[in-house]
């Protein structure tokens, strides 16, 4: 465990959820940021998944999927039971979770919403998603990361 906790390693840890820290030096100006994490730690982007912060009908909501995929906002709403869907704006975002972008996590938000995970998590070995901040991954069971969320799984790609 790294000695620079955060908020959602913290939020793992309280629910007995192993996981392994991944680090590495975030680039602001690396455009997709989850490409570069990929990149960036030598891991398939397919087991590297994004935090996007969404608006349900104008609710916050919490979508987890591949780094390289595009979300289908029609999917997401549906996996809601919603009519219509769009990403939440970065600041909105910000305050929301109490995350930085670039470092938000689906783990230890400061308030809690509803999550989705990409239904791909399932097929893999395990899953690495942002920990809480810029550059700290954390690399755990997707069956974990379902535990520690309540999230559902879902179609959620274009």
Do not use: W
Not at 13 to 31: C, L
Not at 38 to 50: D, H, L, T, Y
Not at 106 to 116: D, E, H, I, M, N
């Amino acid at each position: 465990m790294s000695s620079k906790s955060t908020p959602g390693a913290a939020a793992l840890q309280k629910a007995g959820i192993a996981f392994d820290v991944v680090e590495y030096e975030y680039d602001p100006t690396a455009g997709q940021t989850g490409n570069h994490a990929a990149a960036s730690i030598g891991e398939n982007p397919e087991r590297v998944f994004k935090t996007l912060m969404v608006l349900v009908d104008g609710r916050p909501a919490c979508v987890v999927v591949p780094v390289a995929a595009s979300l289908s906002m029609k999917k997401v709403a549906a996996a809601f039971g919603g009519k219509s869907a769009e990403m939440m704006p970065p600041a909105s975002a910000e305050r929301s979770t109490g995350f930085r972008v670039g470092g938000i996590s689906p783990f230890g938000q400061r308030k809690r919403v509803r999550t989705a995970l990409a239904r791909e998590a399932l097929a893999q070995p395990y899953v690495i998603i942002n920990g809480g901040k810029r550059g700290y991954l954390v690399r755990l069971d997707a069956a974990d990361a379902i535990a520690a969320t309540g999230a559902l799984t879902a179609d959620l790609l274009a």
